[in-house]
């Protein structure tokens, strides 16, 4: 036999509906372990038995074999009526959590950084470049056995310090992401312990805890019911469900990780925490991946473009050193190299300085020329392919997500960030977040009387103790909040729960009231007292309760206007009722306006008497409260004071050119007042009641709605209509909710912003209900939705304000490393194309060409997506949402900068030599040559000619011209007069690459002075304002000079760079420096038609 039985002492304030089995058990499918260590009589395994997933009638039979939930109080060694005892707390429930673990989660396994760096070389450029490293390798071992290797080894060398590179960056960026995502996942509970009602984080919560969850709350641990009313659970996150389940102590009391509380309130008693619990169970087989923000995607597009662009221009470059290579005889490829290695000065005087001044460059073999030209190729299409535009998104959003931790905003989904950025139009509750959502009660009207602040702040007022005690009655039966007694300023207590609620009960306990002697005494669920939560739709909170005698009384609460419309009778000062005429009624109305226009909340409370009859037995079947024909008792007036810097907040929004907007349950009255104070509400902007608003013809509001500023009396339906309309006028909309009821507007905005103290966890989950990543189980997608989410940690708007500032800050980023990227791309690969098609080899070799793509990508990611946000950001408007991400303003710089940079460098390439006093190209200096030694005759070209005096050969047998030399190196003498034909296998020993590596210095130094351009990507030359602040902006450009330096001067034959004089360095930064003053000159006045 079922019965049920009271809690004695317990408050009262949620329905007893604990379950003792005692005549009847039910066996399970299989015996339950319940012998446990430390002292319980049940072990974890016990505890999985009644927490088997996709089972609940099996849950339910093993539940009903330990006891019911008192059988597994008492197995778990917890007091239904008071929580864990003093003496765990004390010794921190040591033994508890010995035996049954702490409710932290095992993450899915993150990729080592040996993996990520693996994966870099899964890149398909990179895979045929180091391939054709190896060939490089393989054919110069052949060619030349003691140098060869060196040109393919360095390339290998320079790929793995790029995949290097980009997995610390994305190393980093992993644990950077999953730091956060931790703090996402950062909430308090409510708990019953040791008697008393408090607040602990998440990860303090034990097996046996009893928890207290109400409507919007998530289940922060598998649960079993133990108390509650109308309790529904969205339980879609781990089931794929929609549907609400309804959850009591019968047909389904568990209450699952992970899930929402939909409606009602309860108690459970936790059974399963961290990786025990159904969530930390598919938590552990999660896979995360990155989503693809908006931005992401576009830039995808951008990359797509570019990289095709730099594969034709990487073909037509090959072609070019091809076609060039093979219409060069090969008598004439032999003699280039030996007139390269000749003194400068024979050669001009030989005649044939311009044969050698053009074709110096075309050494070696077909099979070496063509491996040459196949590498350049290929490394053109790695640095033409901007691969580090995707990673300086991320790298961006990562770094702003952390930083925008300390302005109080908390990045759920990255997404956020950017589209905040572009948000033209914000939605914003009133309370907590314009308001500080610190309630106090500062004025009343009751018995006709109407106190002020003063009268109320000097000391109790004296009232009848008939009339007190309804008063004081219908406030604390008909409300949830709970008073702690500790930790508040001045020695208050903290309020818990609705902050209206806690007001009241503030103001009852400094005229002597204990709430909670009054709440257990006259609300006993246990008897069938029924409490219907706060309506949105009703405007209202109500409690029917048994009444001595029989009977029901109804004690209601709500917006004082609607609860004053349903009243017929006032409450008098002995405690009689009086019939409410229109004098009265007036009178109660017009102090509503007066407080209202005082920018106070106005709440009526009321009650009505019901006969045994007119109400059922069973309330459970009484679906909505009776709320008519009311006896009005008194109006409260409280005072919830505006944020000191609201106003300010505001101010600099609509200078952005962002529309703010109130959206509030209030009356219109106290909605004007605060709307005015905070200068939301201008001069010629409309403000509008709920009501109103939805039944106004669609055309008419969508002419008025651009001078909409203020809607009162709103319902979650009037919220989301007023989001989607905007959204229709192409508007980007960021909407503030705290409430379950204020989901769907979350949803339906662009930006959902939850708040991170007042708000419910239904909220955070609706503004981004799938995190930072993704999650995938096998073959499902990430169970609820995925809304774009910033949680708002302190409430307030001022953090609103940082994250649009921020928001703009990450676009802005973006768009100066696109400036920044272009601008070495195009000059790069111009230069290195029209080099080929002069003849000349290229001017920047591939591991130079490697180097530059490690500046523009993950150097330059890091330098300009880590800028901080200037106050200027919030002085334009918002950019248009088909807005292109490279303006004309970018091109205009882009243009100039290439224009000067690639009309230097060619000079340099072409005139160099001669200005600057060095050998052409990379000169040989120092060959071996080897000589054709047979006695045979030669197939010598007609005329044949001798190499140095180009006279007729008087012999084309070779051993007649060099009988005793096999080998001769060009450093010690001059070459002997010998027939062109007789040279074999010549080999260079010592190159001089001082003109291409002053080219090479030139270059790079003009990107180092043009990364400060990127700064700005308007017409603001002032690029050098606030260049001291980003500390990883100097370090990467610190980083690049050093490594330059140590390129060039150490890098020899491994980077085919000559260390460079004084003279030269010198050059080569004054060159490079100009593209400062250019930059900047291109952004004044002179520049700004362009």
């Not at 990786?275 to 990359?303: C, F, N, Q, Y």
């Not at 709307?675 to 939301?680: L, P, T, V």
């Not at 991170?756 to 909220?763: F, K, Q, S």
Request: charged residues 20%; neutral net charge.
């Amino acid at each position: 036999m079922t019965r049920v039985t009271p809690l004695g002492s317990r408050s009262p304030d949620v329905e007893d509906t604990t379950l003792v089995l005692a005549d009847q058990v039910v066996p399970g499918p299989a015996r339950i372990e319940v012998e446990a260590g430390g002292g319980f009589g049940i072990s974890k395994k016990g505890l999985a038995d009644i927490n088997i997933d996709q089972m609940t009638e099996t849950n339910v039979k093993n539940l009903k074999q330990l006891g019911g939930v008192d059988g597994l109080a008492k197995k778990l060694r917890v007091d239904t009526t008071t929580g864990l005892s003093r003496q765990e707390i004390d010794a921190n429930f040591f033994a508890r959590r010995a035996a049954f673990g702490t409710n932290t989660f095992v993450e899915a396994p993150s990729k080592s950084f040996l993996s990520l760096f693996v994966d870099c070389f899964k890149d398909t450029t990179l895979i045929i470049l180091n391939v054709a490293a190896v060939a490089s390798i393989a054919t110069g071992m052949i060619e030349n056995p003691q140098h060869g290797w060196v040109e393919g080894f360095t390339i290998v060398v320079a790929v793995v310090l790029v995949a290097f590179v980009s997995t610390v960056s994305n190393y980093t960026k992993e644990k950077q992401f999953r730091a956060l995502n931790a703090k996402n996942d950062e909430f308090n509970v409510k708990v019953l312990r040791a008697g008393n009602y408090d607040q602990v984080p998440v990860a303090d919560v034990n097996v046996g805890d009893i928890v207290v969850l109400e409507s919007g709350d998530k289940v922060p641990a598998d649960a079993v019911f133990l108390r509650g009313q109308d309790v529904k659970c969205n339980e879609s996150s781990l089931t794929g469900e929609p549907d609400e389940v309804t959850k009591g102590v019968t047909k389904d009391p568990f209450l699952l990780s992970g899930c929402l509380l939909a409606s009602g309130r309860c108690e459970v008693i936790i059974t399963a925490i961290g990786s025990d619990s159904r969530w930390g169970r598919i938590k552990a087989k999660l896979v995360r991946e990155h989503r693809a923000t908006p931005l992401m995607e576009k830039l995808d597009d951008m990359v797509k473009i570019i990289g095709y662009g730099g594969m034709g221009c990487a073909i037509a470059t090959m072609i070019a050193m091809v076609s060039i290579y093979a219409t060069t005889s090969p008598e004439l490829r032999k003699g280039r190299l030996l007139v390269l290695c000749l003194d400068f000065n024979v050669l001009m005087e030989s005649g044939m300085g311009e044969i050698s001044r053009r074709h110096c460059f075309w050494l070696g073999t077909w099979v070496h020329k063509l491996l040459d030209t196949f590498i350049i190729g290929v490394t053109i299409v790695v640095v033409a392919i901007p691969e580090g535009l995707p990673l300086a998104v991320t790298i961006s959003l990562s770094y702003s997500t952390k930083k925008m931790l300390n302005d109080h905003n908390l990045i759920r989904v990255l997404a956020a960030c950017e589209t905040m950025g572009n948000c033209t139009s914000i939605c914003s509750d009133k309370t907590g977040t314009l308001t500080e959502n610190r309630m106090t009660v500062v004025e009343l009207w009751t018995q006709g009387k109407h106190y002020d602040e003063p009268s109320m702040r000097n000391h109790p007022i004296k009232f009848d103790a008939r009339y007190f005690d309804m008063v004081a009655t219908a406030v604390c039966a008909n409300s949830t909040a709970q008073l702690l007694e500790k930790g508040g300023p001045q020695d208050m207590p903290i309020v818990q729960g609705n902050k209206t609620e806690g007001a009241m009960l503030l103001w009852l306990r400094n005229q002597g009231v204990v709430y909670k002697q009054v709440r257990d005494a006259a609300f006993r669920p246990q008897t069938g007292d029924r409490m219907y939560s706060f309506s949105s739709e009703r405007k209202s909170m109500s409690t029917i309760v048994r009444v001595h005698g029989g009977g029901f009384r109804l004690y209601s609460k709500g917006a004082a206007e609607i609860i004053l419309s349903r009243c017929t009778h006032v409450l008098k000062a002995n405690g009689t009722v009086g019939v409410l005429n229109t004098v009265t009624n007036d009178d109660i109305h017009d102090t509503i306006v007066g407080m209202a226009k005082m920018c106070l909340r106005t709440m009526c409370v009321a009650y009505r008497d019901f006969s045994a009859d007119e109400l059922p037995a069973d309330l459970t079947t009484l679906d909505n409260p009776p709320e008519g024909c009311m006896v009005c008792c008194a109006i409260f007036g409280i005072m919830d004071p505006l944020r000191a810097d609201v106003a300010e907040s505001v101010q600099t929004c609509q200078r952005a050119g962002i529309t703010v907007r109130m959206v509030t349950g209030d009356n219109i009255h106290t909605a004007r007042a605060i709307a005015k104070q905070c200068g939301i509400l201008t001069t010629d902007g409309v403000a509008l009641e709920g009501p109103v608003f939805r039944e106004m013809p669609k055309d008419q509001l969508q002419a008025l709605l651009p001078k909409l500023q203020v809607l009162a009396r709103s319902s979650p339906d009037d919220k989301h209509m007023l989001v989607t309309m905007l959204r229709a006028r192409q508007e980007v909309v960021g909407v503030t909710g705290d409430g379950t009821n204020d989901a769907p507007a979350l949803r339906a905005a662009d930006v959902g912003l939850a708040m991170g103290i007042a708000g419910t966890d239904l909220a955070k989950e609706a503004a981004g209900t799938c995190g930072i990543y993704i999650y995938i189980v096998m073959l499902g997608k990430c169970p609820m939705g995925d809304s774009v989410d910033i949680i708002i940690m302190d409430d307030r708007f001022a953090s609103i304000k940082q994250s649009v500032l921020w928001g703009r800050c990450v676009y802005d980023n973006i768009r100066k490393f696109v400036q920044f990227q272009l601008t070495v791309n195009v000059v790069a690969l111009s230069l290195t194309f029209l080099g080929a098609l002069a003849g000349f080899d290229p001017p920047l070799n591939a591991v130079m060409m490697l180097w530059v793509n490690l500046i523009m990508d993950t150097m330059g990611a890091l330098a300009l997506g880590t800028e901080v946000p200037k106050p200027e950001l919030l002085l334009r408007r918002p950019y248009k949402k088909d807005a292109s991400l490279v303006s004309r303003i970018m091109v205009k710089h882009i243009i100039i900068q290439s224009t000067f940079q690639l009309t230097t460098l060619l000079m340099l390439l072409f005139l160099g030599p001669g200005w600057l006093d060095v050998p052409n190209g990379n000169a040989c200096i120092s060959t071996t040559y080897a000589w054709i030694d047979d006695i045979a005759n030669v197939a010598a070209p007609e005329p044949c000619v001798l190499l140095q005096n180009h006279s007729t050969c008087w012999s084309l047998n070779c051993s007649a011209y060099v009988p005793l030399y096999p080998t001769f190196n060009q450093s010690h003498a001059m070459p002997p007069n010998v027939p062109l034909a007789c040279l074999k296998s010549p080999r260079c020993d010592v190159y001089d690459y001082r003109h291409f590596t002053f080219l090479f210095n030139v270059f790079v130094f003009a990107q180092v002075f043009n990364e400060i351009n990127a700064r700005s990507v308007t017409n603001d030359w002032r690029v050098l304002h606030g260049f001291f602040s980003n500390t990883m902006f100097l370090f990467i450009l610190a980083m690049t000079v050093v490594f330059q330096v140590v390129i060039v001067e150490f890098g020899g034959d491994f980077t085919k760079t000559s260390s460079l004089d004084g003279t030269l360095w010198a050059y080569s930064v004054a060159i490079g420096v100009i593209t400062l003053p250019l930059g900047m000159s291109s952004a004044t006045r002179c520049c700004l038609h362009i």
